[in-house]
């Protein structure tokens, strides 16, 4: 009864530390230039979490400390991911309003594969040791490599993001639910791409 007990007193414990965490990730990302540094702290603390590392100084400290450090250089990744989505709305509206049919249908397919990558920028960001163009270059890989898992992100993502609007109270645990769902379905590919580099570079 006591083992019981304590499980339940960990699990309740833990899920109050998670929504305390979604609470400050929102309020982080409320300046919105803070956005991708916000969002990179919560995967951080997820994967930590997911790995088993988590420091005994507890998710909020891991949360600010890895938003801290890491500010900068997110910060220049969501300044070139904004500039190219911006580039592309640029293209896709100028070829909607100049009847471009064929170039339209090219930005079309172009829009969903960058929103694609985008669903695994945040878990390579936090989880390789590169620099922006590697993380980029590390997702596209992986998207190209296993297309049908961020199809099936993009989905979930959708149903994360229409049960918000139906309930907006649940943004005080669904963020840090989708990213232990992204990062969890992230490990098992991060780890096939790694052994797939690793064979290739012998």
Request: proline share 2%.
């Amino acid at each position: 009864m006591n083992i019981v007990n304590k499980r339940n007193s960990r699990f309740i414990s833990k899920a109050a530390d998670f929504m305390l965490v979604n609470v400050i990730w929102f309020i982080s990302c409320l300046p919105i230039i803070t956005i991708f540094p916000a969002t990179a702290a919560l995967f951080a603390v997820v994967r930590q979490h997911y790995l088993k590392k988590e420091s005994e100084a507890g998710l909020m400290k891991t949360y600010w400390n890895h938003f801290h450090r890491t500010f900068r250089q997110h910060w220049k990744l969501a300044i070139g991911w904004t500039a190219a989505a911006m580039l592309i709305a640029a293209d896709l509206f100028w070829a909607k309003a100049a009847n471009q049919v064929i170039f339209e249908t090219a930005l079309s397919v172009l829009v969903f594969l960058f929103l694609l990558v985008s669903l695994y920028i945040f878990a390579a960001a936090v989880h390789f040791d590169a620099d922006s163009k590697g993380v980029i270059r590390n997702s596209l890989i992986i998207l190209v490599a296993f297309p049908l898992k961020a199809i099936f992100l993009g989905l979930s993502l959708y149903l994360f993001f229409m049960l918000i609007l139906a309930f907006p109270a649940a943004i005080l645990m669904l963020p840090s639910l989708y990213t232990a769902l992204v990062f969890g379905s992230c490990m098992d590919l991060f780890t096939k791409y790694t052994q797939q580099a690793d064979y290739a570079s012998q």
